[in-house]
């Protein structure tokens, strides 16, 4: 398996809360990815690091932000959950763009 | 605009038999990686195997093997002797100077 984790696995929060999803990894890649994914459906790509100090917004729009303070962290925020953001969040990173991501076990976000 | 299409979102075999997965996409770049990847359910998202487009030769990975065909920007998973554990939504996705993955397919399984 792939060195790449996530934390919590699971959260379940009240609307309005301030969350942090984590993510970390331990093979020292430079791009690292956050996916949005509702269950047996496609993914959808929030936000990406190619490097730290460096973040992009993906292509699916999100109120969620990103900070890569170092390489081997990519946590994403969320200020003020609402129903909406109730989803999986997957976390992947990659040596380059063209090589394979590896992918974390994911974040499963329930908001009440 | 470079793309990948998926257009089997469900698909179903016998334990024991062989079932191909399609997927095809749309670029201008000659050389660039395709993946499938496998999601089995509530479980982590894996690699299932790799092709490098300037390789004229398939992948292989024990029981799953791909039949690419880069004129027609085809890439298809054949998957033999399927197995319960290949239950799974499986995606394909192509990198050249980003990643782009498919609408996935969910492949079950029936004993």
């Known amino acids: 398996e792939a060195d790449i984790y996530q934390t919590p696995r699971y959260l379940v929060i009240g609307t309005g809360k301030k969350i942090t999803l984590e993510c970390s990894q331990t093979m020292g890649h430079d791009k690292m990815y956050w996916y949005q994914q509702d269950p047996g459906m496609e993914l959808h790509l929030i936000h990406y690091?190619?490097?730290?100090?460096?973040?992009e917004k993906g292509d699916l729009s999100s109120e969620s932000t990103v900070s890569r303070i170092r390489t081997e962290h990519f946590p994403l925020t969320l200020e003020s959950a609402r129903p909406s953001h109730t989803s999986q969040y997957l976390c992947a990173s990659s040596v380059a763009v063209w090589n394979e991501q590896f992918f974390g076990p994911g974040t499963r976000l329930t908001v009440l | 605009a470079q793309t990948v299409t998926q257009s089997q979102p469900e698909m179903s075999v016998q334990e024991a038999e062989t079932v191909t997965l399609s997927c095809t996409y749309d670029?201008?770049?000659?050389?660039?990686?395709l993946f499938w990847y496998k999601q089995p359910p509530s479980r982590q998202m894996i690699l299932v195997i790799r092709?490098?487009?300037?390789?004229?030769q398939n992948a292989t990975e024990n029981r799953f093997s791909v039949n690419f065909q880069k004129a027609a920007k085809s890439f298809s998973l054949k998957i033999s002797d399927s197995q319960l554990g290949d239950a799974a939504m499986y995606f394909c996705a192509f990198t050249g100077n980003q990643f782009y993955f498919g609408t996935g397919t969910s492949l079950t399984v029936i004993p």
């Open positions: 092709q490098e487009a300037y390789k004229q």
């Open positions: 690091s190619y490097g730290v100090n460096s973040t």
């Open positions: 670029t201008s770049e000659s050389d660039y990686y």
